[in-house]
């Protein structure tokens, strides 16, 4: 059943304009995707709702957008460079390469291509890979123009800690977030959008004093946990996992992954709420030979902040929202003839917020029908359709989780107004023209 439903999101991705394969006209881009007409609000809306609770409700936290193009110092300097690679290896029979902890991934290649051959025997041994992309500044391909693709967001923000600080007048604890594109060459990417080569990611790095690190950890936790069950999230679909000291990041004093139940492989990280310590500002510190102590005027003391980061990936979250709205309502249930699929999405990340259908294309109607949806435009993303009957209308703007619809009808000409129907429930109610902004925008508190 799990593989069912991938399956399905993957072929509804596509058939409804939500994601498509990369260059799918010359065969593809191996792990590389498009986000179309609908992947591409339902991504922006996701986008949105973080940025709004992240800094826009918030009087501590800051944007930034920092270089994709990254100096080679400033990642040899993370120990990017040096250390952040995935062990590889390769299979003797037919030269596929595969990450060594992959373990299911390497034991399907063989069933499915080596069923006879023994694994450990055919298999070489792991060795470092290296998972940034490599390119040149300048005319000159060598080594003193060579620069990287980002693999995170996160150095971006902590080579401007001192410009924000200063530029912004803030004050610690304050955070600094990022939404952005980051590239890793992954050696065995899958699962649809779950693990990609060019992905974007939401980070915030929060700078506090060392002794309220611990406290400003719990809290992010929480706060973020929150952030998906406030967005429609089902409790039952989400955990979090702190991780034991065996698997802690060399920088991290203690992390804890946000997961979701996806149905593949089960439990999966979704988010990562990590305490980086100082990690981060003594070593660009060190290596830069620039003072990136804050000075607390308060306390009178000078200290390197400590970092409390929670990071995301936005293809990683638009896909764990996309499995966990989809339904699929039965023939019969709720009266219908056939098989119904509903995206119930949250209104806020719902690519069309309302559908607007004239009774018939004439009469006035479809007139009156586009005077609502330019009504509506200035506020939200709202979809007119006059094809078919309204039944199947509401259908496809199931399909896509649109969780309003309305309906201009011939009692419309004489008293202004007309049927709204929620996805969810089904229900409809006749409500005035001049009532279906104010009824909206308390839906999406805007």
């Known amino acids: 059943m799990a593989k069912d439903l991938m399956e399905k999101i993957v072929s509804l991705s596509k058939r409804r304009g939500f994601v498509y394969p990369s260059a799918e006209i010359y065969g593809g881009t191996g792990s590389v995707w498009d986000f179309g007409p609908l992947g591409v609000l339902l991504k922006n809306n996701v986008k949105h709702e973080w940025w709004k609770a992240m800094v826009q409700m918030r ?14 110092e400033v990642l040899q300097a993370s120990g990017h460079e040096s250390g952040f690679t995935d062990p590889l290896v390769e299979c003797k029979l037919c030269h596929e390469r595969f990450r060594a902890d992959h373990e299911d991934i390497i034991a399907d290649h063989f069933a499915k291509n080596h069923k006879d051959k023994e694994i450990k025997e055919n298999l070489t041994d792991p060795r470092a890979f290296n998972l940034m992309f490599k390119t040149y500044i300048g005319p000159v391909d060598n080594e003193k123009n060579l620069a990287y693709l980002r ?28 939404i952005g594109k980051s590239f890793r060459n ?6 649809f959008i779950f693990r990609t080569r060019e992905f974007e990611q939401m980070e915030m790095e929060y700078f506090v004093s060392p002794a309220e690190a611990e406290k400003y ?105 996309l499995l966990d709205s989809y339904d699929l309502i039965k023939e019969g249930e709720s009266g219908i003839e056939s098989d119904e699929v509903v995206l119930r999405l949250h209104p806020k ?97 805007i």
């Open 217 to 321: 950890y719990g809290y992010w936790v929480e706060t973020r946990l929150d952030w998906y069950k406030n967005l429609g999230m089902k409790d039952s679909n989400l955990r979090t996992r702190p991780h034991e000291q065996e698997e802690l990041a060399h920088y991290a004093m203690a992390a804890t992954d946000i997961e979701y139940n996806f149905p593949f492989g089960g439990w999966g990280e979704l988010e990562g709420i990590a305490n980086r310590q100082d990690f981060d500002l003594a070593t660009h510190q060190k290596h830069s030979g620039k003072d990136l102590s804050y000075y607390d005027e308060e306390t009178k003391s000078k200290f390197l902040p400590h970092v409390i980061e929670p990071a995301l990936g936005v293809d990683r979250a638009t896909l764990a929202f």
């Open 349 to 445: 990340i719902a690519p069309i917020k309302l559908a607007v259908f004239p009774l018939v294309k004439k009469d006035k109607l479809p007139e009156i029908a586009h005077k609502i949806i330019n009504s509506l435009k200035p506020y939200m993303m709202v979809q007119y359709d006059e094809s078919g009957s309204v039944g199947r209308r509401y259908r496809r703007q199931d399909e896509i989780g649109t969780p309003y619809c309305v309906t201009v009808d011939f009692d419309t000409l004489t008293d202004g107004t007309v049927t709204i129907r929620d996805r969810d429930t089904m229900d409809q109610e006749r409500i005035h023209i001049e009532d279906i902004l104010p009824k909206m925008r308390e839906v999406l508190e």
């Open 186 to 191: 992954e050696i065995t990417p899958g699962n």
């Open 59 to 72: 009087e501590d936290v800051v944007g930034l957008d920092s270089a994709i193009l990254t100096k080679r």
């Open 151 to 178: 693999p995170e967001t996160a150095q971006g923000i902590f080579v401007n800690f001192k410009n924000v600080a200063e530029t912004s007048r803030v004050k610690i604890p304050f955070g600094v977030a990022q």
